[in-house]
C-alpha cells in the first residue's frame, strides 16, 4: 500500500507543476545536450542499446543520448506518462506493440517521427522500410508516427536433438497443425517430455498472428488500423477450431501452458518441451541458455481454413518522441534517428538480437554478408513476415485500451485451456468484455 | 482497558511542531492520495490527461458490472480467511510448542521467526524456483509422484501456492504475538489448575487459549489487512493475477488497472470500493468480535 500510496502521489501531485519548466529558455544551451531516452527492455538487449547510443554519443560532441532502462515495457510507459504529466518527458520512449494505440489515440502528447525527419532534414526513407513494419507504426495517411525500431514476429522453435531421438526427421518439421500434433504425439510417446509443445505471449502467438497468418480479422475497420469504432470479432469459427484444438491437445497432454509473457520460455530451454513458438528475438536467449541443437521453421496453419498462409504481424516496440522539448534538443533527436536508421547500424542489430531487420537494404547487406548461411533462423522469420502481400487482416493491429484487451483474450483462452469454459463460450464473453473497453477508450480519445 | 489521567501540555505550540513532521507525511503520502484518488474516481480521463470528463458513479458501474471485479472480491475473501486461519493455527501451534521447553527454546524460536526477515519479493522468487512447473525442484518432485503441478493454469494450484507464500512468511509474525501472550500469563494460574488435576490439553483450551484472546483477535484484524495490502509482491512474482484471474485480489486489480493499463478513473473507483471495504471490515470486527474477548 505503501508503495501504491507513493505512485498515486506521483501520478496525481505532479500535473500541478505541469510546464512550469517548458518554457523555452533564453540562455545559449550548454553543449553538449542530454537526450533522455527510456527504454522497456533489460539484460542483453538493453545492454546493446546502450552500447548504440555511445557509439552515437562517441560519434559528435553536441548531443549525449543517456539509455536509462525503466523496468519493463508497461512500466517505462507509465513512467513516461507520469513524467509527461509532470512537464518532464524524456525525448525519446520505447513503447510495446499494445501501448501503440494509447500513443496514436492521444497526438497532443507526441512528436510524430516523419514530421521530425522532415522538420530537421534527415533522411527517413519510408520505401525502404518493410511494409509490414510501416503499416504498423502508420496513420491513416501513412505517415510514420514512431520509429521502429525492435520488431519481431512469431516463429516455431523446435529441440532438434529430441525430433532424432522420437525418430523424427529435424529436416522435415510440422507444417501444419495436424503435423504438430502428429509430432507432440510421437515425442511424448518417448516419455522424455512432459508435453509436446508450448508458446510465450499467448495472445500475440496464438491469437494476432494466427489471424493474420490464417487472413482472417480479429477486429473490425481492417483491425482497428482504420479507425478507433473497430469492434473485436476473433469469435470466428475459425478462432472457435483454432482454441478447442489447443485444448483438445491440453487434455491430450500434447500441449503445455506455459504462462503469459514470456513465461513459457524455461519449458522449452530446459528440453521440458521439445517445441515452442516464441519470438524471434528469443533466439539470443535460446542459444546461451540450452545444451541441445535447435532449428525454427514458419508457424503452424490449419489447411481447413486457409489454403497456405497469409504472412505473420510483428509485435516488439517502437520509439516515440514526446512532445515538450526544444528545437535544439529534436535537432539532436533527428540525428540520433538518422544513425539508428543507417543500415550498418540497423544490420548489426538485427544480427545480435534477432529482432527483425527494418529496412530492405539492412536486410539485403545482412544476405550479402553470409550471415544467414550461418544463423538461418533469422532469415525465417523475415521471410515469413514478407510472406506474401499484407491484407486487411494481416497488416497489423491497433486497439485502444490494449493492455487490458489483451488480458482479456488471455483470460479466456486460460479458461479455455484449463477446461473450465467452451472455446465459443469463452471468445463470446472476451469479444464482449473487449468491445466495452474499446467503447470506453474511443470516449476518451474523443476531444 | 487501563484508563490513566490525560497529560495535558501547558504550552500549546511545542505539541503541535512535534506532531508537525508526522502529520505532514501522512498528509502527503496518505491523505493527499486518497483525496485525489477519490475525486479521479468520478472522472473519465485518457492516459496523458488531456480530457478529464466528470461522469458521475460511472467508473463505479463499470467497474461493479465487470464480473471479473466482483470474483476479485470473492478471491480476496476466500484468500484472507485462508491466510488468517492457517497462520493463526499453525502459530498457535508452534507456540505452545516452543513456550517453556527450557534453554533450547531460543533457537527452535529464532528457526521459526526466520522466515520474517526475507523481503516479501524475495520471498516469492523463492517459492517461484521451487514450484515453476519447468524448473521447480517441487514441482519435479510432484511430477514424479504422479501429479502435474502447472499454476500458471490451473487455478486452485496458484491459489494454493499464493496462501502458501503468504502464510509461510506471516507464521513468523503471528508465532511472535502468540508466543509473548503466552509468556505473560502468570504460570501460577496454570499452576493452580494443574494442581486441580487438569491435564496439558484442558489447561491450554480453559487457560491458555481464552487468555490469549485479545492477542488473536488483534492479530485476526493486522492478518486480514495484511492479506488486503502486503501481499501484492507475492501475487505479483508468483502468479500476476492468473490464471484467469483466479489470484488476483483488490489490491493486485487496482495496480494493474492503474499502473500497467492505465485505467485511471477505474482504478481509482477500485481503491476507494477497497477503502470502503477494509472500514466496514475493521468496524464489523470491533464491534462485534471483540464482545467476546476477554482482556
Redesign the interface.
Known sequence: ?????????V???L?SFAFAAGEPEVVEPEFPLEIEMWIGLGGALGEEIERMAADFNAMQDEYIVNVIEQGDY??A??SA?AA??AGNPPHILQVYDVGTG?MH??P??IYPVYQLMEDYNRPFDTDDVLDQVTAYYSDLDGNMLSFPFNSSTPIFYYNVDAFREAGLDPNDPPETWHDVEEYAEALVATGNY?AGFTFQWPSWTNMENFSAWHDIPMGTLANGMDGWGTEFVYNSPEHVLHMEALADF?RRGLF?????GS?????F??G?VPMYIASSAAYAGIAESVDFEFNATFLPYWPEIIDSPQNSIIGGGSLWVMDGHSDIEYEGVAEFFEYLSSTEVQAAWHQFSGYLPITNSAWELTREQGFYDEIPIHNTAIEQITLSEPTENSRGIRFG?Y??GR?VI???M??I??G?MGAQAALDDAVR?GN?LLR?FE????? | MVTGKSVVFKDKGLPYLLLAPEVTLTA???I???V??LI?AFY????????RTFIGFGNFE?VLN?A?YVQSIWTTLAFSVAVAVITMVLALFFASLANNIGKKAIYYQTIIISPYAVAPLVAGVMWFFLM????GVVAYAL?LLGI?W?H????WQAFMLVVAASSWQRIAYNFLFYLAGMQMIPDSLLESAAIDGSGPVSRFWRITFPLLSPTTFFLAIVNTIYVF??T?PVIHTLT?G????STATM?YR???????????GGSSAQ?VILMAFVMVFVLIQFRYVERRVYY
Do not use: H, W
Not at chain 2, 242 to 245: E, I, Q, T, V, Y
Open positions: 500500500m505503501r508503495k501504491l500510496a507513493l505512485l498515486v502521489c501520478v496525481l501531485l500535473p508497461a512500466e510507459m507509465t506518462i509527461y504529466r494509447t489515440g492521444n497532443e502528447a512432459s491440453a503445455q501452458y506455459g504462462g503469459r513465461a513459457a520460455g524455461p519449458l530451454n530446459a521440458d485500451n493492455v487490458q488480458s488471455l483470460d479466456a486460460e479458461a485451456f484449463a473450465d468484455r466495452e470506453e470516449r476518451t480519445v474523443a476531444r | 502527503v503520502f496518505f493527499v492520495p486518497a485525489q484518488a479521479m473519465r480521463e485518457d492516459a496523458f490527461g488531456f480530457s463499470r465487470d471479473q515453476s512447473p519447468a524448473v511430477r502435474t502447472n500458471a493454469i490451473v487455478p495490502f502486503y501484492f500476476e492468473g490464471p484467469n484471474n489490491v487496482i495496480y494493474r488497472d492503474g499502473f500497467r493499463s492505465l485505467d485511471y481503491s
